[in-house]
């Protein structure tokens, strides 16, 4: 049977999509966003019950309860000790701002990144506490890791 009460919108604007009116009649919006994780996964260095492998780009890795995933730990820790620098480096030599999308837990853990990226005169934005799958967890619990990251990250950027 085909439910008829279908909750996904597959319509859209319906090909009509509206007038976005850019400053200067611009046909394109650019943003840049850098994702800052590291240190905010699965973890059990973290107190979780097993390693990260639903949140990187090592297909198929399965978490490990109770122990650490060296390889999914490697792939992150690249992003922090390599190529978070040439990113910014990048951005920094054409004085482009960008966004950072900061998870609150990696920003503690890789605080370093964060004064460089406020020196450079980037804008450092919350994306939650922890880089974790949040379909599962209680609304209740996801607000207060709404609050204490909004907390950590004012005491980091000020």
């Known amino acids: 049977m085909i439910d008829l009460d279908y909750p996904r919108d597959l319509a ?25 994780e590291e240190g905010g996964e699965n973890c059990v260095l973290h107190g979780d019950a097993a390693s990260e492998s639903l949140l990187s780009e090592l297909i198929g890795a399965e978490p490990r309860a109770g122990a650490r995933h060296m390889a999914v730990e490697s792939i992150y820790e690249y992003g922090s000790r390599a190529g978070v620098w040439r990113v910014l480096d990048l951005f920094r030599a054409r004085d482009v701002p960008i966004t ?14 964060i004064d460089r990226a406020q020196r450079d005169g980037h ?4 994306h939650g506490l922890r880089w974790v799958d949040y379909a599962g967890v209680p609304e209740e619990v996801e607000r207060t890791h709404i609050a204490v990251a909004a907390k950590i990250l004012d005491r980091l950027c000020g």
């Open 12 to 36: 859209g604007y319906r090909g009509e999509p509206p007038d976005p009116r850019w400053p200067g009649n611009a046909r394109v919006a650019v943003q840049f966003a850098l994702d800052i």
């Open 100 to 113: 950072l999308f900061a998870v609150a837990a990696a920003a503690v853990h890789t605080p370093w990144v």
């Open 123 to 126: 804008e450092i934005a919350c």
